[in-house]
């Protein structure tokens, strides 16, 4: 394993589970200082905990994403507990099981602040990285197996898709108007990855095989996978890449 992100600082968030766990192992195992935040803090701490026991530095805290403030304060702190901050990794989502107004709250209303905030800190003190998870949903539609009509529709579904869409376009702004103060801002659009998030779509075998035979590498993605590109982006091997959002997603996107 390479030691790219020796005397890096990074906080994570939504780093309690799925991506956001492997994420913050890989970073430290590349070198980096990780504060794991989640809104289960318990989670967190499990991460820390993980991270600790394979000889990494790491530590916890609580955060709602969708709570500015709760945003903020993790950004302050992460540079107060650890001397710096170098990488922010907008990571938190909720799947599509919730209302509209939750899930703009979380995926889309959290991913700005920390944006926001993330950028003002990080171009104060010499620049840095901001990974942002946007999804496949950030850029086509998502079709179901059997077809949902207008009476069966939930609102987390076209919210999830508007919110993703929603970040791929930050990523976008956020990247030209801080690139000068030397902060590259970048998103990754993950497929269907086994993480809970998805965990009861793919309990149901005709809808793990669905979803299956829509990435053309003929199976679902793995937590390490998104970790392994999210690592990368905040390496200086990602040093003039600003403003994409990188599909990892097994071909999904490309048919
Ligand atoms: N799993 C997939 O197939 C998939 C695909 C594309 C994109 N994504 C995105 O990846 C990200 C991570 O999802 P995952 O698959 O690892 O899911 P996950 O459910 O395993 O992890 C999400 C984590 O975010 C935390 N979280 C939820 N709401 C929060 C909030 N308000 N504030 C802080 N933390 C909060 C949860 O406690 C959990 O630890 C999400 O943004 C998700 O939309 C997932």
Redesign the pocket.
Known sequence: MSDRLQGKVALI??????????SAERMAREGAAVMC????TQ??EGTVALIEQAGGTADSLG?????EA?VQRAIAATAERFGKLNVLFN?????AGFSWDQTV???LT?VFYGLWHGVRHLAANGGGVIIN?????GLVGLSGATGVSADEMQPGGPA?IAA?HGVVGLTKQFAVSHGAAGVRVNA???????????QEMRDDPDTREYLTSLHPLGR??R?EE?AAVAAFLASDDASFINGVTLPVDGGYTAR
């Open positions: 968030t939504g780093a309690g589970g799925g991506i956001g766990r492997a935040a989640d809104i289960d989670a967190a955060v709602d994403v969708s709570d709760q990571n938190a989502g909720v799947g709250a979380i995926n959290g998870t946007a999804s496949i949903a999830y993703k990754i659009a993950p497929g269907f990855i086994e993480t809970a998030m998805t679902l993605g937590a998104i």
